[in-house]
């Protein structure tokens, strides 16, 4: 008993500089935020704020911008985590064969992991300039231009997101590949079973853990998406062309419109929907999940 | 599998929690203190004086390239030229990083003695608290203005009270392709006067097989539009004899406007570009390349764009540059300034604030303002600086350079020739423009399109107000 009890206060000991960090970083300004959230802040620092109470929550979730950005911010991660996921099993799939070489081809494919997303935004940023682009130049020309048209910027933006996610889902799907059992595959061979049957009856079912982790990692990724945004389109554009994606708003409050008020209100809203969105996935979608090595 | 659980769920609780921490760390708090301007400051020579030994004061400067060469310049000769006041050049190269920095350096102090601010953030820089209201030197100091351009002067004059002194204005003109004019058979010595003979033009460039119009979404060139007409933009005398709380522009007159705009865009007369990020050149870039033959910029991009084509990169083109169209024909306003002042901040101590006057006002003597006209392309602000040999010369060599100036002295000087100035004034620059664009889409008609602007910029305003506890 007391040296149980030693124990478990070593254990504590040894979890305070942790826990003394995620409170510092973490948790005080998570819980600090839904103070802010009741608060309306001067546009400038160092002047009062005033105490409005649940207010600014409703005002924030009544108004158009709101609307707007939580619309934008479900288009754009509608089109990003299935494009990317799929895009990445078939990447995954064609590389997943014994040939000399194909390392090279795994290394194209995953690449996008580590390039940046500046550089990513800038590369695609010239390929849709209306006057110098590769796009227009195929004849995609609208007016306004792509990055400044209601219509065409957020599929554009959620182009580069997509091609940035296909390494990582690349990598995701060939573990999953590489991991599957062989015997399994072996003994539908042998009924029978060609290659499509094959592949959405085995591959698919047996690399659902894998899809899985792809859909709840995809779509946190897709509700991060800062950069291509910032650099192609910019706070005072964002809102005219639909892609003032909730994380970007929540950007474009605090530091273009210097309001921690309707930042708290919009990242309480941003955190509510992907606590959600996983505690959905994690409910409905792992019952179809088939842990074939568990 | 349980690791992989655990994952995706810190996953979206870093990613909650990295948003709610974006949110908390810049908060201002509720229990900040209220600090207020100081009202009963002095500004007088006195203070400078009793100081023993040099006073070294931080200047927070927003020009870039060659302008803020010549500014460079012009802070080491004010240095050699005395012994009392020595001056830091910091270099933050553009309107939106001083402003930014301000921001921040009222949360942790950090703040410069002088700041080039821009003239759309005049009423935030009033309402921050932490600048002097410069009449308190030009009453504490004797200053003579006399000499200064009435309406530089009256863009930073908010309620009789001169906030801050002018220092690199500029205004928009109308550059166009002169060879572009006369093979459409337009006299290249009548551009137009006019919005309309501007459309009409537009139209017969065009048909002509010239470029028609670049026209750059900047509301600026509204709201000299309603300028020229006399118009404010908002309430509350341009809010020059109190706080705006509400545009003034959803009249007929800006419907015109609008609607003359959309006509030469429907047409497909102009084509239109973005006024921020990498579109925010392409008029200019488009008169470059013969793909426009007609727009409108800052008079600021003179020098930029003579050096471009020197270079000999674009054979075809034939500069032209002329006043700013008015919006009607005999108007009764003028044209309002643009660009940036010298703000003194009221957290110095009263000798840094006199040493900070000292500056400025040796960048605003005739000298000064003179060499730094003909160095950048702004318009000198007195007319002693216009009178200099400096100038005249140039004038003389380089007639171009004097549009601005010459509209600028030209019209009326009222309330609305003097600009507005207004809280959160660039997100109301961005509703109209988002108005525009949205027109311009073929979306709303242009009188939809005006209300539309005016009722997002009310809601601004009111909220800025709202926010500063004016509301």
């Given amino acids: 008993m007391r040296r149980s009890l030693r124990e478990s206060s070593l254990a504590y000991l040894l979890l305070l500089p942790a826990l003394a960090i995620f409170g510092v970083f973490t948790f005080y300004p998570f819980l600090e935020n839904f103070r802010l959230a009741l608060y309306e802040n001067p546009p400038f620092p160092g002047l009062p704020s005033h105490y409005v109470g649940l207010s600014q929550v409703g005002s924030v979730l009544g108004s158009t911008g709101f609307h707007q950005s939580l619309v934008s911010t479900f288009l754009f991660v509608i089109m990003v985590v299935p494009c990317g996921l799929l895009g990445g099993l078939a990447l995954a799939v064609a590389a997943h064969q014994k040939l000399a070489g194909m390392s090279i081809y795994r290394t194209i494919f995953s690449s996008t992991v580590v390039s940046s997303v500046a550089v990513a935004a800038v590369v695609f940023g010239t390929l849709m300039d209306p006057v110098v682009g590769l796009l227009p130049w195929l004849g995609i020309n609208p007016t306004p231009p792509i990055l400044s048209n209601p219509t065409w910027a957020l ?26 059992p062989e015997e399994v595959l072996e003994a539908a061979r042998l009924d029978g079973a060609g290659g499509w049957t094959m592949f959405w009856r085995i591959t698919v079912p047996l690399l659902s853990p894998s899809l899985f982790f792809g859909v709840v990692v995809g779509t946190i990724y897709a509700f991060q998406s800062f950069g291509q945004i910032d650099i192609l389109i910019g706070p005072q554009n964002a809102a005219f062309t639909h892609t003032n ?3 970007y708003y929540v950007y474009n409050a605090l ?4 309001n921690p008020g309707l930042a708290a209100v919009l990242s309480i809203v941003l955190f509510t929907i992907l606590l959600v969105l996983t505690l959905v996935q994690f409910r409905f979608l792992e019952r179809r999940v088939h842990y074939a090595s568990d | 599998m349980r690791t992989r659980r655990f994952t995706a769920l810190t996953l979206t609780l870093a990613l909650g929690g990295s948003a709610t921490l974006l949110a908390a760390c810049s908060s201002s708090g509720s229990s900040s203190s209220t600090t207020t ?8 020579a006195t203070a400078l004086n009793a100081a023993t030994g040099p006073v070294t004061i931080n200047f927070w400067e927003s020009a870039a390239r060659a302008n803020a060469t010549v500014l460079a310049n012009l802070t080491n000769q004010f240095n050699a030229s005395q012994t009392k006041v020595h001056v830091n050049l ?25 700041a080039q601010i821009q003239d759309t953030d005049t009423q935030g820089a009033i309402d921050t608290g932490a600048f002097l209201n410069e009449q308190n030197c030009i009453n504490g100091f004797s200053y003579q203005t006399s000499d200064f351009l009435p309406r530089a002067l009256a863009y930073w004059s908010v309620n009789h009270q001169q906030w801050a002194m002018p220092f690199a204005v500029s205004g928009p003109v109308l550059y166009f392709n002169q060879n572009a004019f006369t093979k459409a058979g337009l006299n290249p010595a009548t551009p137009p006067a006019t919005l309309s003979q501007m459309v009409a033009d537009a139209k017969t460039l065009k048909t002509a097989g010239q470029g028609g119009m ?17 118009d404010l933009l908002v309430n509350h005398n341009n809010g020059r004899t109190g706080r705006a709380t509400a545009v003034a522009f959803n009249t007929p007159a800006a419907d015109q406007i609008f609607s003359e705009l959309n006509q030469m865009v429907s047409a497909g007369d102009a084509t239109t570009n973005s006024a921020q990020g990498a579109a925010a050149f392409d008029n200019l870039l488009g008169v470059g390349s013969g793909k426009y033959s007609m727009t409108i910029d800052t008079s600021a991009a003179l020098g930029t764009i003579q050096s471009l084509l020197a270079t000999g990169q674009y054979p075809n083109v ?14 009764t306003g003028g044209v309002q300034p643009g660009g940036s002042a010298l703000w003194i901040s009221s957290k110095s101590s009263p000798a840094k604030e006199a040493a900070a006057w000292e500056f400025v006002t040796f960048l605003d003597n005739t000298a000064s303002q003179a060499t730094w006209a003909a160095g950048t392309g702004y318009i000198p602000l007195r007319t002693s600086s216009a009178n200099t040999p400096t100038i005249q010369k140039l004038w003389a060599t380089n007639p171009q350079f004097k549009v601005a100036y010459t509209q600028l002295v030209g019209g009326a000087a009222t309330y609305a020739s003097a600009g507005a100035v207004l809280g959160s004034f660039d997100d109301v620059r961005t509703a109209i423009a988002t108005a525009e664009a949205t027109m311009f889409l073929g979306k709303e008609s242009p009188s939809a399109a005006v209300t539309m602007a005016a009722n997002s910029s009310n809601a601004l305003i009111s909220n800025y107000n709202q926010r500063i506890g004016q509301g």
Avoid: R
């Fill in chain 1, 155 to 180: 599929p554009a933006v959620a182009l580069i997101a997509i091609w940035q996610f296909l390494g990582l889902s690349f990598i995701i799907m060939t573990a999953g590949l590489q991991s599957l």
């Fill in chain 1, 245 to 247: 994606v909730l994380l």
């Fill in chain 1, 255 to 258: 530091s273009v419109q210097n």
């Fill in chain 2, 37 to 44: 301007p100081s009202a009963t400051a002095t500004c007088n």
């Fill in chain 2, 90 to 114: 910091v270099v933050q190269t553009s309107y939106a990083d001083t402003w930014q920095k301000v921001k921040a350096g009222l949360s942790n102090g950090q703040l410069p003695d002088v």
């Fill in chain 2, 214 to 230: 670049g026209l750059v979404l900047d509301p600026w060139h509204f709201e000299t539009w309603l300028a020229t007409e006399n």
């Fill in chain 2, 318 to 331: 034939k500069l032209g540059v002329a006043p700013f169209p008015t919006a009607v024909a005999n108007a």
